[in-house]
């Protein structure tokens, strides 16, 4: 082989490789002046955060685009260490991040939250920062703005080494008012024999996964009025979780819990809003209901076991289960009630459990049934209706009866158990509601429901939901007809 050739060769062999090298060296970083970041916002805003109560976590992009590497010399809070807000770059904690790069058209995401301390403030409050980048010794600045408020925190002051739990326990009946919101983590217990008063306008705010229970011989009063109604619902305030159910668990009335009283509430996005239980006498009303929505529940609105209830002007709509359960028997009255169930499980699955459940027996521990027989039920000038062919149930044992009376309402239904207790009833004709994805379920025009309700039943519950006087015949459900729903 002549050395001309061999010469030649290695040329050949070397210059791919002497090529591959450089080509897998790092281009050197853009080191101009008029280097800048683009960003996917200008600002990062937060809804109101509860004070000592984490945020959402918001995002924000970081763009090169440009055709060289940049580095981001430094990424810092203005208010450094004692800053509210809290960030974490490509996978490093602030508050502060030094020598980032981002490759020639890349970027990088960078997560932001906020947690606000307590201060003296009554009022919502603005909180305010800013992320502050500097690339070769320029500066950009993406604006950090949280509005906050301060708040009564009900944190677990008791542990029960039986049940091996933490709650708070209320000990002596107390008033809640409007003064500051309250905010209430775990359980909170109100014990036996004490009394919760809740006057107009406030607003009680469940963490995730806490409940509201009252033990024997407890009682709930909420004072609410049509101006200020007071207001059961999560913690948490951006619009994500506006109308997200299942952020929290439950009002509980135990067992022989008595005289509860709920007037103009609001109670919404938990998993079951008001559960009654057992009480053992027929004659006083466990639970006296008027003026209340109960919304957005993951599974049932109100649960009733063995339990007496009377309720006017109530509307409860939009749970995962059922909008109302009444188990183990008891007796019930709903006036001017309405119950409209449009409830789509995540991922759009449909709903398949009818929207008013009765049952009147449970299998014990040795497996024998126990019958628990219902009382009397009514249903007068009220509304059943939603998305599936049938929304009333009837879960009986063998044998029995339902002492029930469906008077002057509108319902969804087809099952023939139910005929003989209909009283000038309309069977699943549209009620017409105004804006069902709403949850608005006002009456339009051409509404059957308008005029064909029981006049007795009007002028004992002459007001409506919204405080408009009744005119008569009434019109059925909790809200009264009036042309303004039109515009």
Same mark, same amino acid.
């Given at each position: 082989?002549?050395?001309?050739?061999?010469?030649?060769?290695?040329?050949?062999?070397?210059?791919?490789?002497?090529?591959?090298?450089?080509?897998?060296?790092?281009?050197?970083?853009?080191?101009?002046?008029?280097?800048?970041?683009?960003?996917?916002?200008?600002?990062?805003?937060?809804?109101?955060?509860?004070?000592?109560?984490?945020?959402?976590?918001?995002?924000?992009?970081?763009?090169?685009?440009?055709?060289?590497?940049?580095?981001?010399?430094?990424?810092?809070?203005?208010?450094?260490?004692?800053?509210?807000?809290?960030?974490?770059?490509?996978?490093?904690?602030?508050?502060?991040?030094?020598?980032?790069?981002?490759?020639?058209?890349?970027?990088?995401?960078?997560?932001?939250?906020?947690?606000?301390?307590?201060?003296?403030?009554?009022?919502?409050?603005?909180?305010?920062?800013?992320?502050?980048?500097?690339?070769?010794?320029?500066?950009?600045?993406?604006?950090?703005?949280?509005?906050?408020?301060?708040?009564?925190?009900?944190?677990?002051?008791?542990?029960?080494?039986?049940?091996?739990?933490?709650?708070?326990?209320?000990s002596e009946s107390t008033t809640w008012t409007d003064s500051l919101p309250y905010v209430i983590?775990? &359980?909170?217990?109100?014990?036996? %024999?004490? @009394?919760?008063?809740? *006057?107009?306008? !406030?607003?009680?705010?469940?963490? +995730?996964?806490?409940?509201?229970?009252?033990?024997?011989?407890?009682?709930?009063?909420?004072?609410?009025?049509?101006?200020?109604?007071?207001?059961?619902?999560?913690?948490?305030?951006?619009?994500?979780?506006?109308?997200?159910?299942?952020?929290?668990?439950?009002?509980?009335?135990?067992?022989?819990?008595?005289?509860?009283?709920?007037?103009?509430?609001?109670?919404?996005?938990?998993?079951?809003?008001?559960?009654?239980?057992?009480?053992?006498?027929t004659i006083e009303p466990t639970l006296r209901i008027r003026n209340t929505v109960i919304k957005?529940?993951?599974?049932?609105?109100?649960?009733?076991?063995?339990?007496?209830?009377?309720?006017?002007?109530?509307?409860?709509?939009?749970?995962?289960?059922? &909008?109302?359960?009444?188990?183990? %028997?008891? @007796?019930?009255?709903? *006036?001017?009630? !309405?119950?409209?169930?449009?409830? +789509?499980?995540?991922?759009?699955?449909?709903?398949?459990?009818?929207?008013?459940?009765?049952?009147?027996?449970?299998?014990?521990?040795?497996?024998?049934?126990?019958?628990r027989p219902f009382h009397r039920i009514l249903f007068s000038n009220s509304i059943i209706f939603?998305?599936?062919?049938?929304?009333?149930?009837?879960?009986?044992?063998?044998?029995?009866?339902?002492?029930?009376?469906?008077?002057?309402?509108?319902?969804?239904?087809?099952?023939?158990?139910?005929?003989?207790?209909?009283?000038?009833?309309?069977?699943?004709?549209?009620?017409?509601?105004?804006?069902?994805?709403?949850?608005?379920?006002?009456?339009?025009?051409?509404?059957?429901?308008?005029?064909?309700?029981?006049?007795?039943?009007?002028?004992?519950?002459?007001?409506?939901?919204?405080?408009?006087?009744?005119?008569?015949?009434?019109?059925?459900?909790?809200?009264?007809?009036?042309?303004?729903?039109?515009?």
């Amino acid at each position: 082989m002549s050395r001309i050739f061999q010469g030649f060769l290695i040329f050949i062999i070397l210059v791919p490789v002497i090529f591959f090298l450089f080509s897998c060296s790092e281009e050197p970083f853009d080191l101009s002046s008029d280097v800048r970041l683009e960003f996917s916002r200008d600002s990062i805003l937060f809804d109101t955060v509860f004070t000592t109560i984490g945020s959402t976590t918001q995002w924000l992009v970081v763009h090169n685009q440009h055709n060289r590497r940049i580095l981001i010399d430094r990424i810092r809070l203005g208010g450094g260490a004692a800053s509210v807000f809290r960030f974490n770059a490509d996978g490093r904690s602030g508050p502060e991040v030094r020598n980032l790069e981002i490759a020639p058209n890349d970027s990088i995401f960078l997560f932001v939250e906020v947690t606000i301390d307590p201060t003296p403030q009554n009022l919502p409050f603005i909180v305010s920062d800013s992320l502050e980048f500097t690339v070769n010794s320029r500066k950009q600045y993406v604006n950090l703005t949280a509005w906050g408020q301060n708040a009564h925190f009900i944190h677990p002051n008791v542990f029960d080494p039986e049940l091996n739990i933490r709650y708070h326990l209320i000990s002596e009946s107390t008033t809640w008012t409007d003064s500051l919101p309250y905010v209430i983590f775990g &359980l909170a217990v109100v014990d036996r %024999g004490v @009394t919760l008063s809740i *006057r107009q306008g !406030t607003q009680i705010h469940m963490h +995730n996964n806490s409940s509201l229970i009252f033990l024997g011989e407890a009682s709930l009063r909420v004072e609410g009025t049509l101006e200020s109604p007071v207001v059961f619902q999560g913690d948490r305030h951006e619009k994500f979780f506006k109308n997200l159910p299942g952020q929290w668990g439950r009002i509980w009335l135990s067992a022989t819990s008595k005289d509860h009283d709920i007037n103009f509430a609001i109670i919404k996005n938990g998993t079951v809003g008001l559960q009654v239980d057992s009480i053992g006498s027929t004659i006083e009303p466990t639970l006296r209901i008027r003026n209340t929505v109960i919304k957005n529940k993951s599974l049932i609105g109100l649960l009733a076991r063995g339990s007496n209830v009377v309720a006017e002007n109530l509307v409860v709509a939009n749970c995962g289960q059922h &909008l109302l359960l009444l188990a183990l %028997g008891g @007796t019930y009255e709903f *006036r001017h009630s !309405t119950f409209a169930n449009y409830f +789509n499980l995540p991922g759009g699955t449909a709903r398949r459990t009818s929207s008013v459940v009765f049952n009147n027996y449970y299998l014990a521990a040795n497996g024998s049934l126990q019958y628990r027989p219902f009382h009397r039920i009514l249903f007068s000038n009220s509304i059943i209706f939603g998305n599936l062919a049938e929304e009333i149930h009837a879960d009986l044992r063998p044998g029995t009866t339902l002492p029930i009376l469906f008077d002057h309402s509108l319902l969804r239904s087809s099952n023939a158990l139910f005929r003989p207790s209909f009283v000038n009833v309309k069977l699943n004709l549209s009620p017409q509601f105004h804006n069902v994805t709403q949850l608005d379920f006002r009456l339009r025009a051409n509404s059957p429901a308008i005029g064909a309700g029981n006049p007795a039943t009007g002028i004992a519950v002459p007001f409506d939901l919204l405080g408009r006087e009744r005119t008569l015949p009434p019109d059925m459900g909790a809200y009264q007809f009036h042309p303004i729903e039109e515009n």
